[in-house]
């Protein structure tokens, strides 16, 4: 395998007093553009956020999986770490599995076992090495997609066609895209629950739940029982089935990488301020 893309440039290499912490948000394409200043992402509020006190790197890797970015962080992330010195870092953010749940004709591109076990490497790692001991660890799983509602939805009156509507969406590449993004988020959840109860150096963030439920909506209801019900009828946002609503607009910008309500909207990404601040490392 050719890894032609992997770039040695100002983000690994910037000089920085010996003082001055970085923090590390590793991933694929989601991180990478998550410094966009016109998606007001995650990674470019952290920047400002941290201004003049933490340096924020940005190692992103677009169309990346947990599979192709091992060598890059067994050698130039913890490379660069090791290389560098203390102070460790602050924290390193783990964001994969869009890539990896995508569907090829085999099944999704990396395989959910494998997947499960890069993510612990990657996690064992960091919790392990020496020169990162006082490194926190946030696990963030893969966000939900927004599939196109299903041609036909003024048929949902019938209940024969119906039936017939939502074999044929459920059959689909979308909403299997869709079932696959979900059980992946699932998975890193899965993990970082388990990793919890053994550190405090680790927390996982569930954003799949977390953009799903901000957009169900029910009258009368919470937004969590909204979620449940919707879930229950095969409707939730972005699924793609009949009957399902399609995210608002703003929220993507082509049904995978956020727009900006996802990245400003949602408290979520705003909770990465208030895990671990600086000067507060077990």
Partial sequence: MSYRYFRRDSRLDRVTPNDYP??????????????FPQDVGFGWQLQ???????????????????????????????????????????????????????????????????YEEHIRHYLNTILDDPSTQETKVILISPPPVNVPVPIGEPLLDNPDAAIILRSVASQGRGHRTWESKRAYAKKIVEIGKEYETQTSRVAVLDLWYSITKSVCRIEGTTQDDAFYHLDIDEMLPGSGMPGAKPFDKGYFTDGLHFGEKASISLSFFLSLFSLFPPGQQD
């Fill in 22 to 35: 970085r923090i590390y948000l590793f991933g694929d394409s989601l991180t990478e553009r998550g410094f």
């Fill in 48 to 114: 400002k956020y941290y201004a003049d006190r933490v340096e924020v790197v940005n190692e992103g890797y677009s169309g990346q999986t947990s599979r192709s970015l091992r060598r890059q962080f067994n050698e130039y992330l913890m490379g660069a770490i090791k290389s560098r010195g203390p102070p460790a870092p602050l924290f390193i953010t783990i964001f994969l599995g869009a890539n990896d749940a995508c569907l090829s004709m085999n099944g999704p591109m990396v395989p959910l076992q494998e």
